[in-house]
């Protein structure tokens, strides 16, 4: 396997791929992964590649600032510079950047590709365990189909990280995982490394109407609340009857029973002690309220309110919990609980003191232009007096969506010494014209836009008769 | 027909009732204006009199007491067209009380006209006409049954286009169809029985003397009517329809049985596109559909839209999803088209004229020409691009009032915002 992905990654050198075997040695029995190891890790490495020197372009760094005629440099992966006049390594590669504006990779907070891939058949319908109003023992990873053809066609858009959530349907739907959006025939492959896990969360209409329909709890709003409620609080058990028991053993007490593992407390006590980020499913602004309370009431934080559709509303509100609105730049009105969405959304949420936007897609289409929608929110921003410049706009589907993520020291800027997560557009990615020309992962070149590849990356669309004659996505 | 025409006209009055009334004339100056007609690209002034355009040229006159708008650095183009959509029959996409585009009777009911449940007050009128649409086709939406609940037929039932004034135009009609896989719950499991049931609705139509008294037969007798009445007018038949072997089929059986056929979706289109010229059949596509959401589209690519025009197939755009919400974003779809290969003004006459002139009223809108009704955005910049926003929209040359319930919305906020409070 190993060997597989360093011939996948064409420039894997010798020395890595020689590296110590991870697995066992085939005798004797399978020994289990050592307590407290990560179970399912992530098996992504990042390939070597020469650097690269893109030149004289308008960047846009992530951290608010706009360098015009600068140059970027990577080295080993990692931003090394951004400056100008900077000096092109031995074996560097070196891009003219005039004309061509440079980000960091985008990255998608909300997204449901492989679990929800395409095509849209039964056969692949994974996103959410719907048979149980709490499933936070479940891990959105394990419904991850790597083929999904949308990953490569997000890739085109410049994202590079995204979040894959379960669906809303549940109140406690279970784990998220974030993936680097490369090629890989496993989701480990994909796996961004030390990334923690989210727990995707949801308010309102969704948990109600599955399970109301089907004539169980929860069936309203309210019943939506002492839902998490117990949850919490069985999970608050949990932890006080480890730290009992660890305790007890630190004493030397040979005879403590060990508390019996349980994968939904699991999840919930680590989301208890912040290890995994909540993200949580809110549309209306009073559902935001009532779980920011929650969330004092068990100690917890919130990391990010996805769709947010009345962010607005309360907009200080967030900003003085910090936390972050995750939000569509027009969409609204399809349920009740959206009817309230405005094109300003966005642009009020970063407006507010300390305020955290993102702009999210939920969507195969919307992940694929989350530039687009960033430019719509500016220009709605600007039409109502907020002084928003591309540098600004950039942070929605850059650094803020990786602070929410808590990968924001790995990825998100181009600050020096982050992973080179980087996209070279040819116009300002504000426009509607706007095309990613190259998509860097790592350093890694994954997108070549003048170079696009001579058979698609999921095996899906891989022989397909109907894809003949050079349709890309 | 005339009847809901004139209440409609009546209803009307609410939505606009409040704004101030228009000047008789209106002298839009100095602006870059795509009439998308003979005149092409003209830079200099438009002049609305009398809910008409009555002149496009350079260094026109403003007649007395006419408004003059300074569109300096500023983009005129036709109304745009919103696609097929459910506007102002659908409230709340998921709340069954609030939406009256499909009909489950299980029954075959081409007579099914859902233009008279259009609600010219809803909230989505006003939302996406000041986001510069001016007309949209209303459609009704086949939906499966399930369980003991009837569904739907393929044949969804009538349609009309609406101006966002809230007007439905009698003359837009469009019957509309779902075939493909998407529709195989509509015909009994397969999409060759689409064809089966066409055929015989069109023969208890074209030749009744066929059928015995005892004969089981799909339509009413309004519903022959109704398609009669299509057939002999040479209305147009919206095949919702994707795959490429579909849409042959499809081109086929339009060409045999004398149907003025639209292809809508299209996914596959361009796979087809030399037989859709040559049967003169134009699509309604989606220009973001690039994934292989099932089997019926796994051609899907962004440069459809460039693919089916560079074959000379007339193309128009609508967003796959029938929905009501967000139709404005349609000169954003135009937009990517353009940015994979379309050219910008080709892209312009997908939104105006070529729809206007598939359902059939291109002698009232979608092009800017002397004559017209003057249905037109005043834009920030370039049309096609996100950060452009429409500034003015006038529609039968009444100006629009720029608000809707989401500005109302945002100017409470925004208010509160400012005062720091917004919690």
């Not at chain 1, 959006?181 to 109407?209: D, H, I």
């Not at chain 2, 690209?41 to 708008?69: F, H, K, Q």
């Not at chain 2, 135009?169 to 066409?198: I, T, W």
Request: proline letters at 6%; aromatic letters at 6%.
């Amino acid at each position: 396997m190993k060997l597989l992905t360093c011939l996948l990654a064409l420039a894997c050198a010798l020395s890595a791929c020689a590296s110590k075997p991870e697995k066992p040695e085939k005798s004797g029995a399978p020994s289990a992964r050592a307590a407290g190891a990560e179970p399912y890790p992530s098996t992504y490495r990042v390939p070597q590649r020469p650097p690269v020197l893109i030149r004289s372009a308008t960047v846009l760094t992530g951290t608010g600032a706009r360098v015009d005629a600068a140059d970027v440099l990577i080295v080993d992966g990692r931003i090394s510079a951004v400056g100008s006049g900077l000096a092109a390594p031995d074996g560097a590669q070196v891009i003219e950047g005039q004309g061509r504006w440079v980000t960091p990779g985008l990255i998608d907070v909300h997204s449901h590709l492989g679990v929800y891939p395409s095509p849209a058949v039964q056969g692949n319908d994974d996103g959410n365990e719907s048979t149980d109003p709490v499933t936070a023992n479940v891990w959105a990873e394990h419904s991850v189909w790597p083929q999904d053809p949308g990953f490569a066609a997000a890739l085109a858009g410049g994202v590079t990280t995204l979040q894959i959530l379960p669906g809303s349907a549940n109140l406690i739907g279970g784990r998220s995982v974030v993936l680097k959006n490369v090629v890989s025939a496993t989701y480990q492959g994909m796996k961004f490394p030390g990334a923690p896990q989210g727990l995707k969360m949801a308010c309102g209409e969704n948990p109600k109407r599955v399970y109301g329909g089907k004539d169980k709890f929860p069936s309203t709003r309210m019943g939506n609340v002492a839902g998490y409620r117990a949850q919490w609080m069985e999970a608050q058990e949990y932890i006080r009857d480890q730290q009992e028991y660890e305790k007890k053993v630190a004493d030397g007490d040979e005879d403590a029973e060990p508390v019996k593992r349980d994968a939904r407390l699991d999840t919930l006590a680590a989301a208890l002690k912040g290890e995994i980020l909540v993200h949580q499913h809110c549309y209306r602004a009073d559902e935001m309220a009532t779980v920011l309370d929650m969330a004092d009431e068990f100690g917890y934080r919130v990391s990010a309110f996805h769709h947010a559709a009345e962010a607005y509303k309360i907009a200080n509100l967030l900003a003085e919990h910090g936390v972050c609105g995750a939000m569509w730049a027009d969409w609204w009105g399809f349920k009740m609980e959206a009817y309230d969405g405005i094109e300003e959304n966005i642009a009020m949420v970063d407006a507010a003191p300390g305020g955290c936007a993102i702009v999210h897609s939920d969507s195969e289409e919307g992940i694929q232009r989350l530039n687009q929608e960033a430019g719509k929110a500016m220009a709605h921003g600007v039409n109502v007096g907020f002084a928003i410049a591309p540098e600004r706009a950039i942070t929605w589907i850059t650094a803020n969506p990786a602070k929410s993520l808590g990968i924001l020291e790995h990825t998100g800027t181009l600050e020096a010494g982050k992973m080179a997560d980087v996209v070279l557009w040819n116009a300002n990615p504000f426009s509607v014209y706007a095309l990613a020309d190259q998509v860097y992962i790592d350093g890694a070149l994954r997108y070549d836009r003048a170079h696009p590849p001579a058979a698609p990356d999921s095996d899906f669309s891989l022989g397909q008769a109907a894809t003949a004659g050079g349709a890309r996505p | 027909m005339i009847a809901v025409a004139t209440v409609l006209a009546v209803l009307v009055q609410s939505p606009l009732g409040s704004a101030p009334a228009s000047a008789a004339s209106v002298l839009i100056r100095g602006g870059t204006i795509h009439t998308i007609g003979a005149d092409g690209v003209v830079a200099g002034d438009v002049l609305i009199t009398d809910g008409r355009i009555a002149a496009i040229g350079s260094n026109l006159a403003a007649p007395p007491a006419a408004e003059i708008i300074d569109a300096a650095g500023r983009v005129v183009t036709p109304g745009l067209f919103g696609g097929v959509s459910h506007l102002g029959v659908e409230e709340i996409g998921i709340e069954p009380t609030e939406g009256d585009y499909a009909l489950a009777l299980g029954e075959m009911r081409p007579e099914f006209d859902v233009t008279l449940a259009f609600n010219p007050n809803s909230a989505s009128i006003a939302v996406n006409r000041v986001g510069g649409v001016t007309f949209a086709v209303l459609a009704p939406t086949a939906e499966a049954g399930s369980g003991d609940q009837p569904g739907g037929t393929i044949i969804a039932g009538q349609g009309a286009v609406v101006t966002l004034d809230g007007n439905v135009s009698p003359a837009g009609r469009a019957l509309f169809v779902n075939l493909g896989g998407d529709a195989n719950a509509l015909s009994g499991g397969s999409r060759a029985a689409q064809y089966m049931l066409l055929r015989q609705a069109l023969l208890e139509v074209r030749a009744p003397d066929r059928l015995q008294a005892s004969d089981e037969r799909l339509l009413t007798p309004l519903g022959r009517q109704t398609l009669l009445e299509f057939i002999e007018r040479g209305s147009p038949f919206v095949f919702d329809v994707d795959r490429a072997s579909d849409i042959r089929q499809v081109v086929a059986f339009a060409r045999r049985e004398k149907l003025r056929a639209v292809i809508a979706g299209g996914a596959e289109a361009w796979l087809v596109a030399r037989e859709l010229k040559s049967a003169d059949v134009p699509v309604l596509l989606d220009p973001l559909d690039n994934l292989p959401a099932s089997f019926d589209k796994v051609g899907a690519t962004l440069e459809n839209a460039a693919r089916l025009q560079k074959a000379g197939v007339t193309i128009a755009f609508s967003f796959r999803d029938p929905q009501a919400y967000n139709i404005r974003k349609i000169r954003q779809a135009a937009g990517n088209a353009v940015a994979h290969g379309l050219p910008p003004e080709a892209a312009l006459a997908a939104m105006t004229r070529n729809p206007a002139a598939i359902f059939g009223v291109a002698d009232r809108t979608g092009t800017l020409e002397v004559g017209r009704s003057a249905d037109l955005v005043l834009w920030s910049g370039d049309p096609l691009e996100v950060t452009t926003l429409a500034e003015r929209v006038f529609i039968g040359g009444q100006a629009i009032p720029m608000r809707s319930r989401q500005t109302e919305l945002r100017d409470r906020y925004l208010e509160r915002l400012r005062r720091g409070a917004a919690r």
